[in-house]
């Protein structure tokens, strides 16, 4: 019974890692620009279709490198021509803007890959399972879980330990002190709409081979990483991290106990005591241009 419960929580802790790879690419898209993508979700579906068509020329191992720089590069394409026209205007704009976009995106997923639902092989070599003594679990949601981490952690070094990130944390802030300074934040932006896009991406080859591929995929994950956005603070790295381990570990321990039909309302009454309690999230940080 012990090992069944420490599985539905690690099942818990492995929703919270793909809500998180997705809140993150949320959380700096906004912060940055100011532009609430409802579209995440569908490059989220994007990715997980491409694996599908990917895989057969270069294997697992080789999609999981080549969709997520793809979904990237659709990601700046779509700053580039949609969302610069959004900056300076009511992020309300820009929430109608990528609604619109995860529709039209969605619909041509159906239409190019029909409405019924897919499925994408796991690789052999990931296949089975690890002992653990008497614990039990799938090496596959192991390296689910070790790829998620790896992302995160080379997204941290990233924004903290480079110029590139200084000058984007700088540009959270106040854009008009970065600009001042004769620094142009448009290319910036492009990156960072792609790292953040990407990270949808890298989630959709991730979740391919558990989880059903079909063209509302991205619809259906895009509340609970706003949901994990939310709870953890706009623009802090370590609040949504700490959001998604929580989100986790609340849908895995109601699972556990089998208080499943409960898990996912659970969630939002997380968020509702922390809005109460923290109108800003957990580790929100004060960003001056949105007050």
């Known amino acids: 019974m012990l090992g069944l419960f420490i599985a539905q929580v690690l099942n818990g802790l492995l929703d919270g890692t793909y809500y998180l790879l997705i809140?993150?690419?949320?959380?700096?898209?906004?912060?940055?620009?100011?532009?609430?993508?409802?579209?995440?979700?569908a490059f989220f579906a994007i990715g997980a279709?491409?694996?599908i068509l990917i895989t057969p020329v270069t294997g697992f191992f080789g999609a999981l490198i080549l969709v997520p720089l793809i979904v990237a590069g659709l990601g700046m394409v779509t700053e580039?021509?949609?969302?610069?026209?959004?900056?300076?205007?009511?992020?309300?704009?820009s929430l109608l803007l990528t609604f619109g976009l995860a529709m039209v995106i969605e619909q041509g997923l159906r239409w190019i890959f029909g409405a019924s639902p897919q499925s994408y092989n796991m690789p052999d070599i990931l296949r089975g399972q690890v002992f653990f003594g008497d614990f039990i679990y799938s090496r596959y949601r192991i390296f689910l879980i070790a790829v998620a981490v790896l992302a995160v952690a080379g997204l941290w070094?990233?924004?903290?330990?480079?110029?590139?990130?200084?000058?984007?944390?700088?540009?959270?802030?106040?854009p008009e002190i970065v600009g001042s300074l004769g620094i142009s934040l448009r290319p910036y932006l492009?990156?960072?709409?792609?790292?953040?896009?990407?990270?949808?991406?890298?989630a959709g080859?991730?979740?391919?081979?558990?989880?059903?591929i079909h063209p509302a995929m991205g619809a259906e994950i895009i509340t609970l990483a706003f949901v994990v956005v939310v709870i953890?603070?706009?623009?802090?790295?370590?609040?949504?991290?700490?959001?998604?381990?929580?989100?986790?570990?609340t849908k895995g321990v109601l699972v556990a106990v089998g208080l499943s039909s409960w898990s996912t309302a659970a969630i939002y009454l997380l968020m509702f005591v922390v809005l109460l309690l923290r109108p800003r999230g957990l580790l929100g940080e004060r960003i001056l241009r949105f007050e």
């Open 205 to 212: 080859v991730l979740l391919s081979p558990i989880y059903t």
């Open 23 to 41: 809140a993150l690419g949320l959380s700096l898209i906004f912060s940055l620009g100011g532009i609430i993508n409802l579209a995440h979700g």
């Open 232 to 249: 953890g603070g706009l623009g802090s790295f370590w609040g949504v991290i700490i959001a998604a381990v929580l989100v986790g570990l």
């Open 49 to 51: 279709y491409l694996a």
């Open 80 to 93: 580039r021509t949609l969302f610069t026209r959004f900056y300076r205007i009511d992020p309300l704009y």
């Open 190 to 202: 492009s990156v960072v709409a792609g790292i953040a896009i990407g990270l949808a991406g890298l």
């Open 157 to 174: 070094v990233l924004l903290n330990r480079t110029a590139f990130g200084r000058i984007v944390r700088a540009g959270v802030q106040n």
